[in-house]
């Protein structure tokens, strides 16, 4: 019987910080303008964290609204997952601290380190749970505060960050064509200077070199990541397509990792998906890595654009480098 289970998003669940940061802001502090990051990227506003509010506060608060959507309680969870490159903490990890923040006592609680592919690489991680009979609730949650990495004299980096957490609930489905149908994973360690945060690790530990040298800090080759970002977008969605053996036409909504929306419009190109089959939402909300994606899902899912039946592609990629995708029947 466990041959034929799949795993199903049974529940969606997003939280952003309060505080909203216009591109107007960056202009008192940065050589640059709104005109300049909206026109490059595509971004208005992002939102950021302020007093109060962590990584785990916002992928807890996400959590709870998926498993409210998906009718469970923390008592009915197996496993909480969170993708994050971000943490509460370097240790321990940061879904413990949402297992703690959500009382799910005992339950298993790991992270998952991919940046901005962190929750399609989780949510192929944790389809191996669901398949093998393993695991029958999972919680698997993208939260991201890069604002609190960021470089903010670094114009090329700064502006494109937000802070945000999304979540979904996965449950088993024998029901044929339902649930995660399809996922691939790939890194390729070579382009780790690509995006990095140089020190705070074993290689360079904090000293007051390391923090007055700004080494804590996203350091990002961006030209390079915008070329690597088209080539495996595109990559991923003619990959996707071909495993599922399906067409732009049976596709409802892709689900972009919220990157670029010059990237994510050269990519969707190639294969002349319409844009109304390509969910943003970068404009009010930059990109927020691990969160980007399950965050997207669920506004799309609350706008009614998403829903029961839908056959939705993810397409991330990320530090690592790395880039990931799925296809998931809802
Ligand atoms: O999840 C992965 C995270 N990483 C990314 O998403 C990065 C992907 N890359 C990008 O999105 C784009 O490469 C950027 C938005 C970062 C930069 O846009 P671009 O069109 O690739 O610009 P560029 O790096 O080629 O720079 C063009 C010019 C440069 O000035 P000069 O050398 O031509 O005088 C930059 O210094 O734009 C300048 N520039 C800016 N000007 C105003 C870079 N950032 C800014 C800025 N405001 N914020």
Redesign the pocket.
């Known amino acids: 019987m466990t041959g034929s289970l799949r795993a199903a998003i049974t529940g969606v669940g997003s939280a952003v910080p309060k505080r909203v940061v216009p591109n107007a802001e ?1 202009e008192k502090t ?4 709104d005109e ?2 909206t026109k ?2 595509g971004i208005k506003e992002r939102r950021l964290v302020s007093e109060g509010e962590t990584t785990a506060t916002l992928a807890a608060e996400a959590g709870r609204k998926a498993m409210e959507n998906a009718g469970i309680t923390a008592g009915d969870l197996d496993l909480i997952i969170c993708a994050t490159v971000s943490p509460e903490m370097p240790m321990p990890s940061t879904a413990c601290f949402i297992q703690e923040i959500l009382g799910a006592t005992d339950v298993p609680a790991f992270d998952i380190s991919a ?2 592919s962190g929750f399609v690489y989780g949510l192929s991680v944790a389809s191996q749970f669901i398949e093998t009979g393993k695991y029958k609730r999972i919680l698997m949650i993208g939260a991201d505060c890069l604002s609190q990495v960021a470089d903010f004299t670094d ?3 700064c ?2 960050f937000g802070d945000g957490a999304g979540a979904v609930v996965l449950e088993p489905t024998s029901e044929p064509d339902k649930g995660v149908l399809y996922s691939v994973m790939h890194a390729n360690g070579g382009g780790w200077d690509y ?1 990095h945060v140089p020190a705070g690790g074993s290689r360079a530990p904090t000293t007051l070199e390391t923090i007055d040298q700004k080494q804590h800090f996203v350091k ?1 080759r ?2 390079d ?2 070329k690597f ?1 088209v080539e495996k977008m595109q990559w991923l969605l003619g990959d996707c397509m071909e495993k599922c053996n399906i067409t732009v036409d049976d596709v409802d909504m892709v689900v972009p ?1 919220q ?2 929306i010059r ?1 994510i419009e050269s990519a969707t190109e190639k294969y002349n998906f319409p844009m109304e089959k390509v969910f943003l939402n970068i404009d009010r909300m930059g ?1 927020t ?1 691990g969160a980007s994606i399950p965050l997207a899902l669920d506004e799309a899912v609350r706008q009614g654009k998403i829903g029961p039946g839908s056959t939705v592609m993810f397409v991330a ?3 690592g480098l790395t880039w990931a995708g799925a296809v998931v029947k809802m």
Do not use: K, P, Q
């Open positions: 960056f940065l050589d640059t303008s300049w990051i490059r990227t940046a901005c114009r090329g980096s502006i494109l995006i990002m961006g030209r990541v915008y970002a990792h990157v670029n990237i990109n890595s990629f990320g530090a």
